[in-house]
């Protein structure tokens, strides 16, 4: 009884500080994630750091939403950035940006806006089927749950994930 209550105690700790596993439910990170990955997603990376850009992060989504499922999103803009979607390119500070991961081009016009302090624009992958920052704003750092970092489903997709 008590090996099965330091176990039990031991994995409660280890999923709400370390790491948790999460399934993909949608098809807004595609082709980056697919419908059904299983992913790894690491929790102490941004006690020590920040997110970047670049990232796939895991966020409860802002409280307008009234959502209690956690979001899975690629991180475009860094607090103080300028962010503009324009004729099917994510401009980030003026500059166009090259994204190789992305499943099509924006077919929508957004911003520019400036990230607030303490906040994250994100973009699903598959930008015209995500939910996203261009429909409700900005990420909340204290909403950032942790990065995705590893695949381990389906098996022949397993590995890292950027």
């Known amino acids: 009884v008590e090996t099965l209550a330091l176990s039990l105690l031991f994995a409660f700790g280890l999923r709400t500080f370390v790491a948790e596993a999460r399934y993909i439910p949608s098809e807004s990170m595609l082709p980056t994630l ?23 992060v895991v966020f409860r989504p802002p409280d307008s939403l009234h959502q209690k499922d956690a979001f899975i999103k690629r991180v475009i803009g860094l607090p103080g ?4 979607v324009e004729n099917g390119q994510v401009h980030l500070n003026g500059q166009p940006q090259a994204e190789s991961y992305i499943a099509a081009p924006p077919d929508y016009q957004f911003g520019p806006v ?27 750092e204290d909403h950032v749950i942790g990065r995705a970092v590893f695949r381990f489903w389906p098996p022949n997709r397993i590995g890292g994930v950027n």
Do not use: C, M
Request: no cysteine; glycine share 8%; hydrophobic share 35%.
């Open 34 to 56: 697919e419908v059904n990955d299983r992913l790894i997603i690491d929790k102490l990376s941004y006690d020590f750091g920040s997110p970047q850009r670049g990232d796939i």
């Open 81 to 84: 950035d300028v962010v503009e």
């Open 114 to 140: 400036t990230v607030p302090q303490d906040a994250y624009l994100v973009l699903g992958d598959n930008r015209n089927a995500s939910f996203d920052s261009h429909y409700w704003g900005f990420v909340p």
